[in-house]
C-alpha cells in the first residue's frame, strides 16, 4: 500500500500569554481561523509583557514572555511552497486581519521552519521558501505594507515536537509581531 501525502503541514506558531508564566498554544485548524481569532491572538486586550528597572548591581533571572501571536495549521502541497486552496482561504483571513486597526501599526517576521526529513540544505531552503510565499500572498493578495513583513528560513533548527522530529508541527511557519 503507498500512500503519499498531497499536502505538507505549516504552522503559524506563537504563544497567546493569559498570565505571567502561562502559555497556551491552541493549533487552529485552516477552516478554524478567523479574523477575530488573528486578532485576539496578536493584540491582546491585555498583555503580560513588562518590562522592569533592576538597580545597578542587582542580578535578576528576568524571564521576556514572547510576543502575542497565533497558531494556525496551513498545508502546502508536498515538497513545495506551493499553497493549497484551504491555505490561501485561511491566509485571506490573516490578510483581512492584519489590516485591521488593532493590527495595522505592527510589523512581523515570518519564520520558516522544517522537520528533519531530507538533507539541512534543501529543509533550509523550503522553510524559506515557504516563508516567502506567505509574505508574498499577503503582500500581494492583501496588500499589506512590505516594510511590515521579513521572512526567514530556520530549516530543522527549532523543532517543536523533539519527540518525534517528523511531526506535522515541526514543519510550520512562525509570524512573530516585532516590538
Not at 491585555?46 to 522592569?52: A, D, E, I, V
Not at 517576521?109 to 499577503?138: M, W
Request: charged share 20%.
Amino acid at each position: 500500500m503507498k500512500f503519499i501525502c498531497n499536502t505538507i503541514t505549516l504552522v503559524f506558531v506563537a504563544t497567546i500569554m493569559h498570565h505571567a508564566n502561562a502559555q497556551e498554544n491552541r493549533l487552529l485548524h485552516e477552516n478554524e481561523v478567523s479574523e477575530a481569532v488573528v486578532i485576539n491572538a496578536l493584540a491582546p486586550e491585555k498583555s503580560s509583557r513588562t518590562r522592569s528597572f533592576v538597580p545597578l548591581g542587582e542580578e535578576r533571572n528576568v524571564k521576556v514572555s514572547p510576543a502575542p501571536s497565533a497558531s494556525i495549521l496551513i498545508t502546502f502541497n508536498t515538497n513545495s511552497a506551493e499553497l493549497t486552496h484551504g491555505a490561501k482561504e485561511a491566509l485571506d483571513k490573516i490578510g483581512r486581519a492584519l489590516n485591521m486597526d488593532k493590527l495595522a501599526e505592527f510589523s512581523f517576521t515570518i519564520e520558516g521552519h522544517a522537520d528533519l526529513s531530507g538533507t539541512y540544505q534543501f529543509n533550509q531552503y523550503l522553510s524559506k521558501a515557504r516563508a516567502d510565499t506567505v509574505k508574498n500572498y499577503l503582500i500581494n493578495w492583501h496588500h499589506i505594507e512590505p516594510s511590515r513583513l521579513s521572512a526567514i528560513g530556520k530549516g530543522y533548527t527549532e523543532l517543536i515536537n523533539k519527540h518525534n522530529p517528523l511531526a506535522p508541527e515541526n514543519r510550520r511557519v512562525k509570524l512573530v509581531r516585532n516590538e
